[in-house]
């Protein structure tokens, strides 16, 4: 059973950047899809960012309108990680954020499509 854990949240001013991380234990993520999702109070569950595994030693990755440009998903297989580096943040950032793994194939942004979910971390990005 895959468990996913993301440290990293907290407060930030606007306009700062923000990492989080999300590593997994029993299990490898090399072969998931691993993405980015959050939820503000009161909103459902929206997609961030995903990332392929690797096809031919690309990676690919897919983002929402609202942080495409600003945000970056990556992963280090060898650590078992995923990270989601947060730049340029506004307040309307602010939510908790998850990360989830899905063991088919391709990329995709519903929650319903992910197997494997985090606890979540709270990002506040302050005015």
């Known amino acids: 059973q895959v468990q996913l854990v993301e440290p990293g949240g907290g407060l930030v001013q606007a306009g700062g950047p923000l990492r989080l991380s999300c590593a997994a234990s029993g299990g490898t993520l090399g072969r998931s899809i691993m993405g980015w999702f959050r939820q503000a109070p009161g909103e459902e569950r929206e997609f961030v960012a995903a990332i392929s595994r690797s096809v031919s030693n690309t990676y690919y990755s897919d983002y929402s309108d609202s942080v495409k440009g600003r945000f970056t998903i990556s992963r280090d297989n060898a650590k078992n990680t995923v990270y989601l580096q947060m730049n340029s943040l506004k307040p309307e950032d602010t939510a908790v954020y998850f990360c989830?793994?899905?063991?088919?194939?391709?990329?995709?942004?519903?929650?319903?499509?992910?197997?494997?979910w985090g606890q979540g971390t709270q990002v506040t990005v302050s005015s």
């Open positions: 989830a793994a899905r063991n088919a194939f391709p990329l995709a942004t519903m929650t319903h499509d992910y197997d494997y």
